[in-house]
């Protein structure tokens, strides 16, 4: 009997993560949609290595989402329910007083944040609301918390007087890459939001600042929006990656889902191209996540790189995984989540 002939064993081929440029400011489009088109596996893998340089393992900060100044919003940004002219059965409803927002504050310190963030459904806040604002951060200030605001878009001395007032950091989302902008809202500017992000950041206050997928477009505008926040100096210190959340009355309500595992892919670029920014996973959590995918998927996106989560039961005006169920999930994949920093009580759109 002949003996067989065995091939030699070939090498296994190992894929090294891709350093991140060593200037930021130098991610190109291309250069994401390579990242975003690389082998799934290959690219948690590099986007797990990136986290775990800059990151504890493990480590998930919880924040909380509420509404303290809900609806009536004068923009037509096309996935906000809160936007006045649609029909969406939200109803306008006006700005807390400073003793309600007090008693939330201390609630929400209660619980363990350390981190409270108050927002208003303003195109742009006049400087009457600031002065508002300004004593609803004082008063959180008072309390021994971190305070945040979104407020829609703010001029070089609004954005100083929130900062006199002690104000730590401040959301305003880009949403989409400027050449899918105009699709989604037409009342305000792409450059009116990096005029408001450079404010922000004269003024020395830090930014939160990400955007929206699903809403209908490619991929090259994924790619265009991450590069977008990348090369942002500095690129935010946090980045909400929202999902769509369809609500009827929209004019997007009716946008194609983005696939679960292209949503993993924009989260682990997001990682990979800003590694020391928090990556939050916001908006859309409910509709990818558990209920239809199972827990699975909802692992991958911690293993692309989010350590951060909006936990609770709302998000503003739509639903979110309920906070028992996200307390399970963290303790069956050994996550150690934590309510350390952001509790949010943002108006302005469905986004954090």
């Given amino acids: 009997m002949a003996n067989a002939t065995l091939s030699a064993p070939q090498p296994i081929q190992i894929h090294r993560p891709v350093p991140a440029p060593a200037v930021q400011g130098e991610w190109s489009v291309e250069a994401i949609q390579a990242l975003l088109d690389k082998p799934l596996m290959d690219l948690l893998f590099e986007a797990q290595t990136v986290h775990r340089q800059h990151w504890p393992a493990g480590d998930i900060e919880l924040a909380t989402l509420l509404s303290v100044k809900t609806g009536g919003c004068p923009e037509n940004c096309g996935y906000c329910p809160q936007a006045a002219e649609f029909d969406t ?9 400073v003793e309600e927002v007090v008693r939330a504050a201390q609630a929400a310190k209660d619980a363990g944040a350390t981190r409270f963030c108050m927002g208003a459904a303003w195109r742009a806040p006049k400087d009457r609301d600031i002065e508002k604002i300004s004593a609803l951060i004082g008063a959180v200030k008072g309390l021994g918390l971190q305070t945040c605001a979104t407020l829609g878009m703010l001029e070089s001395h609004q954005a100083q007087a929130l900062k006199d007032a002690g104000l730590d950091y401040y959301n305003h989302n880009l949403d989409t890459a400027p050449e899918y902008y105009t699709d989604v809202v037409s009342t305000r500017a792409y450059q009116d939001r990096l005029d408001t992000l450079q404010n922000v950041r004269n003024a ?7 955007g929206i997928v699903g809403m209908g477009e490619a ?5 265009g929006l991450i590069a977008q ?11 909400p990656i929202n999902s769509l959340v369809r609500v009827p009355g929209t004019p997007l309500a009716d946008s194609e889902p983005i696939d679960p595992l292209d949503f993993v892919r924009v989260i682990a670029v997001a990682r990979i191209t800003m590694p020391k920014a928090r990556v939050r996973l916001s908006a859309g959590r409910q509709q990818l996540g558990r209920q239809q995918l199972g827990d699975a998927v909802q692992a991958l996106y911690f293993m692309a790189g989010a350590n951060s989560i909006f936990y609770g039961d709302k998000l503003l005006v739509t639903g979110n995984p309920d906070v028992d169920a996200d307390v399970q999930l963290l303790a069956k994949l050994g996550l150690n989540g934590h309510r ?3 509790t949010t009580l943002d108006g302005h759109s469905h986004s954090a």
Avoid at 229 to 239: D, H, T
């Fill in 340 to 342: 350390t920093t952001t």
């Fill in 219 to 223: 991929p090259v505008h994924r790619a």
């Fill in 89 to 97: 059965g939200v109803k306008a409803e006006k700005l807390m007083e």
């Fill in 229 to 239: 926040l990348a090369n942002l100096q500095p690129y935010p210190e946090s980045v």
């Fill in 204 to 210: 020395g206050i830090s930014v939160c600042c990400g």
